[in-house]
């Protein structure tokens, strides 16, 4: 509540947009509107107990701007009150480990039906 005091926040809702992957679809709500200055960032939230990891973070906002690149995003840790933007420079081969991330976890998921 402290860190949305001193913030422009507003709800949004937007029906889930959808990361495709040959193998899995990712979905990425946004939450909230923030207004960032001049700026607009569209917000996911974060709601675990354990601290959003700065890789986990970046993970997030790729998908997010794979799915809408038109606007500027973040992802607000709300336990931390911690809002991740964008790294200014990713590494050329962020996208083929995101890429490389969600195939195993399809992998993952078939096996373990095909187990039940």
Not at 18 to 41: E, Q, T
Not at 63 to 69: D, F, Q
């Amino acid at each position: 509540m402290r860190w949305t005091a001193r913030k422009n926040l507003a709800p949004r809702y937007r029906e889930s947009a959808v990361w495709g992957h040959p193998r899995a679809d990712v979905r990425a709500r946004i939450a909230a509107l923030l207004k960032d200055g001049s700026d607009n960032r569209e917000m996911a939230t974060y709601l675990k107990e354990a601290p959003l990891t700065t890789d986990a973070a970046e993970a997030m906002l790729r998908i997010l701007e794979r799915t809408n690149p038109s606007l500027d995003h973040g992802v607000l840790d709300v336990r931390r009150a911690k809002l991740h933007r964008p790294q200014p420079i990713r590494s050329q081969h962020f996208d083929a480990w995101l890429t490389g991330e969600v195939a195993m976890f399809a992998t993952m998921r078939s096996r373990l039906a095909a187990a039940a």
